[in-house]
DNA sequence: GCCTATGATACCAGAAAGGTATCGTAGCAG
DNA sequence: CTGCTACGATACCTTTCTGGTATCATAGGC
């Protein structure tokens, strides 16, 4: 089994080009570093190191390998220090789950603020899609969600910040693209249609799919694809269009975008955390939350947004009427 | 020394909350999990677990070493399988080290077409500073770099692809924003600066205080900061101006941008390789470049670019001239 | 073709992981 | 409040694996 032994010692090997150097660094022999070497090898069914040639050299899949090894334990380090930090300083941690498309509303604003407000915390943020917030959440790895599904776990309460409209993003100097108008749902049907992510099920591509269906606009033709920047780099590359939340729009101005019109049209954006965690931050964020819609930012322009009424009202305790 | 095995049990005890059943799911008996548990908490000097309680609750380190932990097993697996898949069909590696702001410009749509041309390539794409290019060129972490800094290593061949004009991101609602048209750089002189990436230096923040000292626009106060999209944050925020390269302005609409005019208010886009590297794709990658600038993509536009003229004629060659 | 630097192999010693038996205690039933 | 039970800690032994030493095999420069 593999383990961060034999990376230490691989990186140490692919750096110094040198067995016997490579193990004086690591203040071992060199015959246990060779071993150690091989059993990676073997772990992996893979060589990973020319070794009839002096210098040695690092076969594609080793350079691969060693890169990525660095990575990884750069990344142990970081986690180590993070923990540390937090444990010694009885720091709080926040960890916020979102999808990426909060990153393009109110979310770097929201974790600016809170920053400010408790300096003491120590913001982690994780990108993750919706469904993948409920169990995160349940297992205590995220504090609060950002999502866009609306779910119905009795463990997890969700909060309708927004309705934000949906928006088409069509290829420049196409016939849709002539015109700047919106563009009613049905206008789609025969369209080849992109659309994010491919997974996990059920996510945004599903709540897309069924609007399309909804309004009996079938696509000629449906591409999934891992994620929003690819979607909208096929839009550009003319392999169709594609349905995404207004704030998205920011992306990329080399597609054309026509507000989407018609019954469902929209993507909420829902706030979840745990039913009865009474954390004094849940409250803060809540707090912060209606302090910036109160200030209009430009993403919640309300010709693209919808904020149900109970949101921006002075009461924090009609929120967890939402659901 | 930590150790991936003990990642896996602590996962495994927070995840069942239940020391007993945690060793069950591992094949382990409960006490050798029990002390590889300790083992890992004294090595962090921190604890993870709170036990005198049933069932056991994690600490707020625990929490965060758990969500990490988790990510960390995750990267390991991704890079078994990716080694292998490459070992096992002895697939090339094609690793470019790319700014993030190439993101912004024809980085993707060069990716797409290296995809289409090359299918049984495995393009490995790492976010880094231009001056971490170099070391990981001569490396051979990656193959080819896309950059932002020229450079003198004889080992490596820099090639300038264009050189995009410097736009500088204001506020919206102050003075200096209330007008469109192209400023000088020397009507910077006072104003609160941000500049990236804070580290490693030097870096393209240097560039920026470069520009402005060249042009006597002494700066009222500097603040650096590591990434864009904080700096971009920060002048949204009213912290102070930004200068970025123009393509860049694509990532957020709630600031105001002014094309900078003078002496060097531009930023190179520079592709670099190793010197003698005759991989077949280096070639194939300068062919698709050519092509796809012959194309005139919306970044390219010529108010924000200029191509050297020797990038846009038919002979490979003369690229390897510009250095 | 020889010499040297360097990696592989063989084999042994010590450290560390895992197993079994047993003890201590949190949380709950009554 | 008391005793029971579930469950984690401790003690101690066995097995496995890592690292060390001695030695052999070979790539590459002269």
Redesign the pocket.
Known sequence: MM?L?QLRYFVAVARER???RAAHML??????L??????LEEDLGVPLII??????RLTEAGRLFYEQALQVLGRVEQMQAATRRVGLNQNSVVSIGFVASTLYGGLPSLVRKLRQHAPEVDIQLLEMVSVQQIPALKEGRIDIGFGRLRHSDPNVVGMVLREERLVVAIPKDTALAEDASPLAVAALAGQKVIVYPKEPRPGYADHVLNLLQSHDARPAEVQEVREIQTALGLVAAEAGVCIIPSSARQMRSDVHYRLLEGEGATSPVILSHRVGDNSRYIELVKRLIEEMYAENPPWLDPAYNFVPNHASDGSPAAHLETF
Do not use: E, V
Request: hydrophobic share 25%.
């Open positions: 383990d032994r040198n067995f016997t203040h071992i022999a060199q015959p246990p060779s071993r150690q070497i091989q059993l070794r009839k040639s002096r210098p040695i």
